[in-house]
C-alpha cells in the first residue's frame, strides 16, 4: 500500500460516515430549509405585486376631465384606478365616508378620508393641475394639441452607466466571508471530534497499527473537508435555484471569479484550521476536555471573522492590504476583495504563495503534535506540553 492509499482510505471512512450520520443529515435538512425560506420570503416581500387599486367616485363634468387625465398618468404612480360615477356630490362624499372609495372628485374639489395614500392624492392634485393649464392655454389661443404638447414635453434622453467591473460586489463579498468562516469553523470542530471520539474509544490505536498517525491525520482532514463542500454546495445551490429565476437578485460581473476563489480558500482555510483542531483535539482524551485546547484557535478564527468585516469595509485600505498575507485572515479577506473589485493580481499571486508555505508548516507541526500525542491518554496535555512534543 502506498503512501496515499491510506490518506485516501481515513478520508473515505470519515466522508461515509458523515453522510450515512442521522446528525448531518438532520443538521443539512434545517440549513437547507433555512435558506429556502429566507429566499422565498425575500422573494414575497420584495417582489413588485403590480399597481395598487384605488377607488375613486366622481361627480360633475369637471371631474370627469380629471379622470380622465389621471387614467392616462396612473402608472407613473404606481396606481389602477378604479371609478364610480355618482349621480351627486353628497353620494360621492357620503362613499368615501362609509369608506366604499378612496377618494371622491366633485365640482367642490378632492375629498378623502384620514388615512389617504399620498400617491393618490398626488396623482389627482397633478391632473386637475394640468386640467386647467390647458383650459388657461386653450383661452390664449393654442389649439388643444398644442397645450397638450406644452405640458407634456418629451422626456429627457436616459443612458444607463453601468459602474465598472467588479463594483457591486460589496454584498457577495460579505457572503463569501460569512460563508467560509461558517464552514470553517463547522468542519474544524468536526475534525476535532473526530479525533476524540476515537483517541477515547481507543480506535485509534487499532488503527495507528496498519497506518502512521500523519495519514491518518491528512485523512481525516480530506474526508470532513469533502464532506463540507458538499454541504456548502448543496446549500448554495438550492438558494441560488430558488432566488434567481425569480429575477429578484442579480450578481455582480465578479461572481464567477469570487465563486472560484471562494471554493479555493476554503480548501486552504480549512486545511490551514482543520490541522490545528486536529492538533489540539489529540492533546485531550474526551470530548467535554476539548474547550480547553480548542479555545485559542477559536478566538483566532472569530478575531480573524471581525477583522475580515472590517477589512471588507475599505478593500483598497491598509488592513484589507495587509489582511490578504495573514493566513489566519486571507480565506475570508481575499474573495471579498476580489468580488468589489480591489484585488490585484500580483496581491493573489504573493497571498497564494504564503498560504501555501503557512499550510505546509502547520501540517507538520500539527502532524508532529498529533503524532506525539494522540496515543496518551489521561489527564489533558497542556498548549505548552503541546509546544515541547513539537520540539522533539
Not at 55 to 70: C, F, R, S, V, Y
Not at 186 to 211: C, D, Q, T
Not at 250 to 257: G, I, Q, R, V, Y
Amino acid at each position: 500500500m502506498n503512501g496515499r492509499q491510506p490518506i485516501w482510505l481515513v478520508a473515505r471512512r470519515e466522508l461515509s460516515e458523515g453522510l450515512r450520520s442521522r446528525a448531518w443529515r438532520a443538521s443539512l435538512v434545517v440549513q437547507i430549509l433555512v435558506v429556502a425560506v429566507i429566499a422565498v420570503v425575500s422573494i414575497a416581500s420584495g417582489g413588485d405585486d403590480g399597481p395598487s387599486e384605488r377607488k375613486l367616485a366622481i361627480h360633475g363634468a369637471a371631474a370627469t376631465q380629471i379622470e380622465a387625465k389621471a387614467s392616462g398618468a396612473e402608472a407613473d404612480y404606481g396606481i389602477r384606478l378604479e371609478v364610480r360615477r355618482e349621480p351627486s356630490a353628497a353620494a360621492a362624499l357620503l362613499a368615501v365616508r362609509d369608506e366604499e372609495v378612496d377618494a371622491a372628485l366633485t365640482g367642490a374639489g378632492l375629498a378623502t378620508g384620514p388615512d389617504a395614500d399620498p400617491a393618490l392624492v398626488a396623482l389627482l392634485q397633478n391632473s386637475a393641475a394640468a386640467v386647467a393649464s390647458e383650459a388657461r392655454l386653450r383661452r390664449a389661443g393654442l389649439s388643444p394639441q398644442q397645450a397638450r404638447e406644452a405640458l407634456e414635453p418629451r422626456p429627457l434622453r436616459t443612458t444607463v452607466v453601468q459602474p465598472p467591473e467588479g463594483e457591486g460586489g460589496e454584498g457577495l463579498a460579505y457572503l463569501g466571508a460569512l460563508l467560509l468562516y461558517i464552514a470553517i469553523i463547522s468542519f474544524g470542530y468536526a475534525v476535532a471530534s473526530s479525533v476524540i471520539s476515537e483517541k477515547s474509544s481507543r480506535v485509534v490505536e487499532i488503527v495507528l497499527s496498519a497506518i502512521r498517525p500523519e495519514q491518518l491525520l491528512s485523512g481525516k482532514v480530506l474526508g470532513n473537508g469533502l464532506l463540507g463542500l458538499i454541504q456548502i454546495g448543496l446549500i448554495a445551490l438550492v438558494g441560488l435555484g430558488i432566488a434567481l429565476p425569480s429575477g429578484e437578485i442579480s450578481l455582480p460581473d465578479s461572481t464567477a471569479e469570487t465563486v472560484v476563489l471562494v471554493f479555493v480558500y476554503f480548501v486552504l482555510g480549512y486545511v490551514f484550521y482543520g490541522c490545528a483542531f486536529a492538533a489540539a483535539a489529540s492533546l485531550v482524551s474526551r470530548q467535554e476536555d476539548s474547550q480547553s485546547t480548542t479555545m485559542p484557535i477559536l478566538v483566532l478564527l472569530i478575531g480573524g471573522y471581525l477583522l475580515a468585516n472590517a477589512a471588507l469595509n475599505q478593500p483598497d485600505g491598509g488592513l484589507a492590504t495587509i489582511a490578504t498575507f495573514l493566513p489566519p485572515l486571507a480565506p475570508m479577506v481575499v474573495p471579498g476583495r476580489a468580488a468589489q473589485g480591489e484585488l490585484a493580481g500580483w496581491e493573489l499571486l504573493l497571498s497564494l504563495a504564503v498560504m501555501v508555505l503557512a499550510i505546509l508548516l502547520i501540517v507538520r507541526l500539527a502532524g508532529r503534535i498529533y503524532e506525539r500525542s494522540v496515543l496518551r491518554f489521561g489527564a489533558p496535555l497542556t498548549l505548552r506540553d503541546a509546544a515541547r512534543l513539537a520540539r522533539r
